[in-house]
């Protein structure tokens, strides 16, 4: 996961709205959202190569969201998967708070990475690569890519006032709307690049919110909305390496009832 938005409290049908977009080698296995045969509770993709989800929500309504932090030559290969972070957090029975805690006591063993970790009562932002390593997040409109919470990078930031600007004029949303903002093509000015060590080829590719090559680019768009009982409707869009789509589904999760419900067709208005 490499891009994504959260909103808490700027919308008032929506008080909690996520998108995100999921970038990665196209030749990576993973699956895209479903529920877990082995874990029902559980809800999203998953990564066939080293284990675990960059994206998931369960059926308590807990949500777990994984960015990778840019460090080029920093890479442990011997690292565990950063993918359990959220997999672990969905499997268990530990609100925000207290797997955050427990987190903080091996962090340190993981590869660079950035954590939301969410449930009805918290929204928090855990990172291995700044102290101190985890926050409580208000009310308001964040954005998280590759590197920590809120860095302004040119993607981010368009990005973030686009969302910004949709919530604050739309009574209704449309997932059509939100996934149009998410394939957004347009690469930065080479003068507002970032800096983290890659070419200024590899920067300039990785600038634009939605990335299209052969090799890597962005594998599927996530719309996460909750409504103010708890009622989550949670949208996956995939995407091949030309960036075609390869199917959309939904589903609609209600903590009360502890259930997670396919929508057949999926519908593009709330």
């Not at 449930?119 to 964040?142: I, M, S, W």
Request: with cysteine.
């Amino acid at each position: 996961m490499c891009l994504a938005i959260l909103a808490r409290h700027a919308h008032p049908r929506w008080p909690l709205v996520i998108v995100a977009n999921r970038d990665e080698f196209h030749e990576r296995p993973a699956r895209a959202a479903h529920i877990w045969s082995d874990a029902p509770q559980l809800l999203g993709g998953r990564d066939l190569q080293a284990g675990g989800t960059w994206l998931g929500m369960n059926r308590d309504g807990r949500i777990g969201l994984l960015t990778n932090y840019r460090e080029p030559g920093k890479m442990d290969p011997k690292a565990p998967s950063r993918g359990a972070l959220v997999e672990n957090y969905l499997k268990s029975d530990d609100d925000a708070r207290t797997y955050a805690s427990m987190l903080e006591q091996n962090a340190a063993h993981y590869n660079g990475f950035n954590l939301l970790l969410i449930d009805p009562a918290h929204t928090l932002y855990f990172t291995n690569r700044q102290q101190p390593d985890c926050a409580e997040l208000k009310d308001g409109v964040y954005g998280l890519s590759n590197a920590t919470l809120d860095t302004p990078w040119p993607k981010l930031l368009r990005t973030q006032q686009a969302i910004i600007h949709y919530l604050s004029e739309s009574a209704e949303l449309r997932a059509e709307d939100l996934f149009r903002i998410f394939r957004d093509t347009q690469p930065a000015p080479d003068a507002d690049l970032p800096h983290t060590g890659l070419s200024p080829e590899r920067e300039r590719l990785l600038s634009s919110p939605f990335i299209l090559s052969q090799d890597y680019g962005t594998r599927c768009t996530t719309l996460i909305l909750q409504d103010q009982h708890g009622i989550t409707e949670f949208y996956e869009r995939s995407f091949d390496s030309q960036g075609d789509v390869l199917a959309t589904h939904q589903w609609t999760i209600q903590p009360s009832h502890r259930s997670i419900e396919q929508a057949l067709s999926p519908r593009h208005y709330y």
